[in-house]
């Protein structure tokens, strides 16, 4: 069957954002690449890639994990927002899409237990996170071969991780010229590690209660929010993941909604008292990591609207269903929800369009999302334009440092 249009529902409604209107309600979710430069500079590839997914649309673009600091993690093809090259690397890019129109946040994120150990240690950086409780076996093999094994973060440890993040706010919005940074608080990565039962068995401060293990994050929260204004600033979350260690929603110790909702409850005490963030990004259940849940129970994620009265951005799965039927119903059950799509946003350069008067979409090619080069990254054609093969000019093309 063809896709149908949706051209008629609240998904091409105009919304505003923190201090931004978008002309429709769809979000480019955060996906990571790996095609940037050595030293985490973005290239001219990254700034074709959003630029050509910018055009016709007039939505939100949120670009890939960038690390807040060397500590926050160090892979190749990475971006980074820690020095000023660093953000100003990301000003041509932030330039080219709010010339099409359309908005762009950046999604800041920290490692934790999920760094790479051998890579850090190269760096001379320890390998730190919330509790010294390596995600599985392997990645304790891991950090054992290199010589870096996992420790608990001191307290001050967690204030400079709280400091990066706040710099990293700084130099996106106030340097690079993004319109919202997201923190990355979810996906078992630093964050959401301190939150989770599994990952964190702290007896301090950052640790033991539902209110200790939110701790972290709202500090995070309110640092940011300080420093460039809740307008600028959203956070995803993921409270049924599984993926890395997450304790997901079978628990024996904890269920996901006793402990996000406070953490919903206390970012929306902040909005009533006028300090309400620009959006809250919340990965549906029925995804883990970028994968479909096919098997196993379906959960859902009601009680989140339910709780946090701002704006919404539900991820996860939404085109995989030929009559797109629950992207209809969440974006048409109120007024303040946004759709996120990945996958098949890198296949679909011109998606909003696709979506707008139901035209067929490309199918994703998932062993190009992490391989260098341009094959796979822009060579998708728009509708009715044939996809670049390897041997053309474009995929040929060297990423070149936007500084």
């Known amino acids: 069957m063809s896709p149908p249009p949706l051209a008629d529902t609240n998904l091409f409604k105009p919304i505003k954002v923190g201090n931004v209107t978008l002309k429709n309600r769809l979000a480019f979710a955060p996906t990571t690449r790996l095609r940037n430069a050595e030293g985490g500079i973005a290239t001219t590839l990254v700034q074709k890639h959003y630029e050509d997914r910018a055009e016709n649309n007039g939505g939100l673009l949120i670009a890939e994990a960038s690390f807040v600091s060397p500590q926050a993690g160090l892979f190749p093809g990475v971006p980074m927002i820690h020095t000023e090259e660093q953000a100003k690397a990301w000003k041509p890019i932030t330039d080219s899409v709010h010339a099409k129109g359309s908005a762009i946040a950046l999604q800041i994120w920290y490692l934790g237990r999920a760094s790479y150990p051998a890579i850090l240690k190269a760096a001379g950086l320890p390998m730190l996170a919330p509790s010294a409780i390596y995600m599985d076996e392997e990645s304790e093999k891991a950090a054992i071969e290199a010589g870096n094994p996992l420790k608990a973060m001191t307290t001050d440890d967690i204030h400079q991780l709280i400091e990066d993040f706040k710099q990293a706010a700084i130099k996106a919005i106030k340097i690079a010229g993004f319109d919202f940074i997201e923190l990355h608080s979810a996906h078992m990565y630093a964050l959401c590690q301190f939150i989770d039962i599994n990952s964190n068995k702290r007896t301090d401060e950052y640790g033991g209660s539902i209110e200790k293990r939110a701790k972290l994050v709202l500090e995070v ?34 269920h996901p909604i006793a402990q996000y909702s406070y953490i919903f409850s206390e970012l929306e005490r902040r909005g009533k008292e006028g300090k309400r963030i620009a959006y809250v990004h919340n990965i549906e259940a029925r995804v883990g990591r970028g994968i479909d849940v096919k098997d196993g129970p379906e959960h859902s994620s009601e009680w989140v609207r339910q709780i946090w009265k701002g704006v919404l951005i539900r991820a996860g799965g939404y085109l995989h269903q030929p009559d797109y039927a629950n992207l209809i119903k969440d974006v048409n059950d109120n007024d303040r929800t946004l759709i996120g799509v990945s996958r098949y946003y890198t296949s679909n350069p011109d998606l909003a369009e696709r979506l707008k008067k139901g035209l067929e979409l490309s199918p994703y090619e998932r062993d190009n999302f992490y391989s260098p080069g341009n094959y796979g990254y822009n060579t998708y054609g728009k509708s009715g334009e044939k996809n670049l093969d390897k041997d053309s000019d474009v995929a040929k093309e060297v990423a070149v440092p936007l500084v």
């Open 221 to 254: 929260v309110d640092a940011v929010c300080e420093a460039v204004g809740p307008e600028h600033v959203g956070i995803r979350f993921s409270p049924y993941v599984t993926w890395q260690g997450g304790s997901g929603a079978d628990s024996p110790l904890l």
